[in-house]
């Protein structure tokens, strides 16, 4: 069972306001994904990180923002939340020489 | 990295063996060939991977014909929880310069029915 965790599950929030979506992982990991992924669609990569201080944009342009102070914390922020953020936030992590991510249960965000 | 072609769905009876065929005609030596699936609204799941060997774990086997161009994941005896959309992935080894990200495609939708 892997241990990688995101809050909150589901979100619904007005356009303009700021959102933090929290992802943490207990099991070490130097390296983590944010992936969004809108139903029944393909999942994108927008942010990854290779460790602390470390950050860089994904395969997918985004307007969101992420963080990597600590080992076990990858947030990712959106400053003004608009319609056209409303999708599944995917977090996801891996260690170091191994190709298998493990993935938190996601976050379903609305804006409206 | 080399593009995997895929079937968009696939049915499967509840007890009977599921195979999941994946194209990889551009394949490199160094690639491997990963499997993952997703349940509905979950996060996606680590099932297996090879080089060129047949693999089998606890829950699928993978086979890789002789020219590495295809593979198949074969889950033994489906269950109505394996249904779920079953993405095949290349990507080659993390020594040789790639950055270890996973592309996922559009997958085989497989559905198990009664």
């Known amino acids: 069972e892997a241990d990688i965790y995101q809050t909150p599950r589901y979100l619904v929030i007005g356009t303009g306001k700021k959102i933090t979506l929290e992802c943490s992982q207990t099991m070490g990991h130097d390296k983590m994904y944010w992936y969004q992924q809108d139903p029944g669609m393909e999942l994108h990569l927008i942010h990854y990180s290779y460790g602390v201080n470390s950050t860089e944009k994904g395969d997918l342009s985004s307007e969101s923002t992420v963080s990597r102070i600590r080992t076990e914390h990858f947030p990712l922020t959106l400053e003004s939340a608009r319609p056209s953020h409303t999708s599944q936030y995917l977090c996801a992590s891996r260690d170091v020489g191994s190709y298998e991510q493990y993935f938190g249960p996601g976050t379903r965000l609305t804006v409206t | 990295d080399a593009k995997t072609t895929q079937p968009p769905s696939m049915d499967c009876a509840e007890g009977r063996a599921a195979n999941l065929p994946c194209n990889h005609s551009t394949i490199s030596g160094n690639e491997y060939v990963y499997w993952y699936r997703q349940i509905h609204s979950q996060g996606p799941q680590y099932i297996i991977h090879?080089?060129?060997n047949n693999e089998t774990n606890e829950m699928a086997s993978l086979i890789i014909t002789e020219d590495r161009k295809s593979s198949t994941l074969i889950l033994p005896h489906a269950t109505l929880r394996d249904t779920a959309v079953y993405y095949c992935?290349?990507?080659?080894?993390?020594?040789?310069?790639?950055?270890?990200?996973?592309?996922f495609g559009k997958g085989t939708k497989l559905s198990v029915k009664p």
């Open positions: 992935i290349v990507r080659v080894s993390l020594g040789g310069g790639s950055q270890g990200n996973l592309i």
């Open positions: 090879g080089l060129k």
